[in-house]
Nanobody, 123 residues
């Protein structure tokens, strides 16, 4: 049974940084894509970043490019999202997800999802 557990969310001032973690278990993820999505109140879930588990391919939404960095630690079975220069519009629940289809920005391509972690950026 696949489990994805996010952590690291919290309250931060604009301009600050947070690092989210997604601990994965329950299968071998070696050829999978791992994605980060977010959903703000009243808005649809949107793509943030994705990485192939090997770490060789990464993909970012334009809104976070240059500020967020996605990485993976195969030994720890953990994927990270380093978020710098945070803005109030980054406030959302952040979810990690796994996809057997590899790196994708489309939520329907993802098979398993974590429970989410809240990120709140104050102005």
């Amino acid at each position: 049974q696949v489990q994805l557990v996010e952590s690291g969310g919290g309250l931060v001032q604009a301009g600050g940084s947070l690092r989210l973690s997604c601990a994965a278990s329950g299968r071998t993820f070696s050829n999978y894509g791992m994605g980060w999505f977010r959903q703000a109140p009243g808005k649809e879930r949107e793509f943030v970043a994705a990485i192939r588990w090997s770490g060789r391919n990464t993909y970012y939404a334009d809104s976070v490019k240059g500020r967020f960095t996605v990485s993976s630690d195969n030994a720890a079975n953990t994927v990270y999202l380093q978020m710098n220069s945070l803005k109030p519009e980054d406030t959302a629940v952040y979810y990690c997800a796994s996809s057997k289809r590899g790196v994708s920005g489309i939520s329907k391509d993802y098979d398993d999802w974590g429970q989410g972690t809240q990120v709140t950026v104050s102005s």
